[in-house]
């Protein structure tokens, strides 16, 4: 069993309802450490294959990493697939920015919270929106990204890839689990706005963790009902190197175009590599085209390919964009896991890198 993140203590719950009237939830942490005052906030974005995820626990190296150094820490959830789309997801994640600009205030403190300051972070999916809201947020832009193993250009990833080497249902063996490939395939191209979740199961956890397990590790009520359930199969049937039709489908909702060309031109709108080559093209360099940005990845990922990180950084530190690397050479997706602490091998080599750049471009003060 794989170890799970849990909810650090000290937290506050909060929601609001969305432009697109659904309720969206937020979890907000103070900072642990004074540092300088007014502190700057960090918003999780959470991975989870745009099917799935939760945004109850962070990552575990982000609360001693990120708090203790004298930041606020803010997660939230979105809308996620089938029933919404790729740029949907996005709209929820952008207005939770709006949010904690204008709500943080109030829950820490007016004088306890710069909302000029604030950085964004995400892992996997969560890794490309908040690679992707950069592209859309100015007045004030971030005042830096992290990027943990984030997909930043979908056209290179093999769903996009020969049609023959693509990967699909049909290579894999029979599907065995609750629901069946047909229930799952109807889910699959499911629009109906009123069957939207906005927190799921990031994989199979119901296999091996209790509803009071998981509710404790999460610091709120869970249940797996059978739509828990069935989102959690739905991803792991369709997920990135199992089924091109997860994403061209469930997460893109390719039957909306009316032709290729269409299609295609809107996988590159929500492609943060290609929005940026675009507007280098157009002459943009240096922090005007994106805001100074952190890459976490592992050379072994085989879900998410650290060659998706060599590109994007590529491209920024050619356009003048400050950029800091922290590869882990053998990292599968989600290494991260084991960072608990400054005392784990390799914290020094990979998170302290990552946090001091963060530093540089806050400007926190010590």
């Known amino acids: 069993m794989a170890a799970q993140p849990s909810a650090p203590p000290g937290f506050t719950d909060h929601t609001f309802k969305s432009a697109s009237g659904v309720e969206l939830?937020?979890?907000?942490?103070?900072?642990?450490?004074?540092?300088?005052?007014?502190?700057?906030?960090?918003?999780?974005?959470?991975?989870?294959?745009?099917?799935?995820?939760?945004?109850?626990?962070?990552?575990?190296?982000?609360?001693?990493?990120?708090?203790q150094r004298g930041y606020h820490f803010v997660s939230h959830n979105y809308r996620l697939a089938p029933q919404v789309r790729v740029d949907d997801q996005l709209a929820d994640c952008l207005e939770v920015v709006a949010w904690c600009r204008t709500n943080l205030p109030d829950v820490l403190g007016t004088d306890k919270v710069?909302?000029?300051?604030?950085?964004?972070c995400g892992e996997s999916a969560g890794g490309h929106l908040?690679?992707?809201?950069?592209?859309?947020?100015?007045?004030p832009a971030p005042s830096a990204i992290v990027d943990v193993y984030g997909i930043v250009d979908f056209l290179t990833m093999p769903a996009f890839g020969p049609e023959d080497k693509r990967p699909s249902r049909a290579k894999e063996g029979p599907w065995?689990?609750?629901?069946?490939?047909?229930?799952?395939?109807?889910?699959?191209?499911?629009?109906?706005?009123?069957?939207?979740?906005?927190?799921?199961?990031?994989?199979?956890?119901?296999?091996?963790?209790?509803?009071?397990?998981?509710?404790?590790?999460?610091?709120?009520?869970?249940?797996?009902?059978?739509?828990?359930?069935?989102?959690?199969?739905?991803?792991?049937?369709?997920?990135?190197?199992?089924s091109a039709d997860g994403l061209h489908i469930g997460i893109l909702h390719n039957e909306k175009f009316a032709n290729e060309d269409e299609f295609l031109a809107f996988v590159r709108s929500v492609s943060?590599?290609?929005?940026?080559?675009?507007?280098?093209?157009?002459?943009?360099?240096?922090?005007e085209l994106y805001p100074p940005t952190a890459f976490l990845h592992g050379t072994g990922d085989v879900d998410v390919p650290v060659q998706q990180s060599y590109v994007m950084s590529a491209l920024l530190k050619d356009a003048g964009?400050?950029?800091?690397?922290?590869?882990?050479?053998?990292?599968?997706h989600v290494f991260d896991m084991k960072y608990t602490g400054?005392?784990?091998?390799?914290?020094?080599?990979?998170?302290?890198?990552l946090l001091a750049f963060v530093d540089m471009h806050v400007g926190r003060t010590t």
């Open 342 to 353: 400054p005392e784990v091998p390799g914290w020094d080599t990979y998170i302290d890198p």
């Open 25 to 67: 939830a937020v979890r907000v942490w103070p900072a642990e450490t004074t540092v300088n005052e007014p502190a700057p906030f960090v918003l999780w974005t959470h991975g989870g294959g745009w099917f799935g995820g939760f945004h109850f626990a962070p990552l575990p190296w982000m609360a001693p990493g990120f708090r």
């Open 130 to 139: 908040a690679t992707l809201m950069g592209t859309r947020l100015s007045n």
């Open 176 to 242: 065995v689990g609750r629901f069946s490939e047909e229930e799952l395939n109807t889910l699959l191209r499911d629009r109906n706005p009123a069957n939207v979740l906005t927190d799921g199961l990031s994989w199979n956890q119901f296999e091996f963790l209790t509803e009071a397990e998981i509710s404790k590790l999460w610091a709120t009520e869970f249940r797996y009902t059978d739509r828990v359930l069935m989102q959690a199969e739905l991803h792991m049937m369709h997920s990135l190197g199992r």
């Open 114 to 120: 710069d909302v000029d300051r604030y950085v964004l």
């Open 272 to 287: 943060p590599v290609r929005v940026l080559q675009q507007r280098v093209s157009e002459g943009k360099k240096g922090q």
């Open 321 to 332: 964009v400050p950029v800091v690397e922290c590869y882990e050479e053998g990292g599968l």
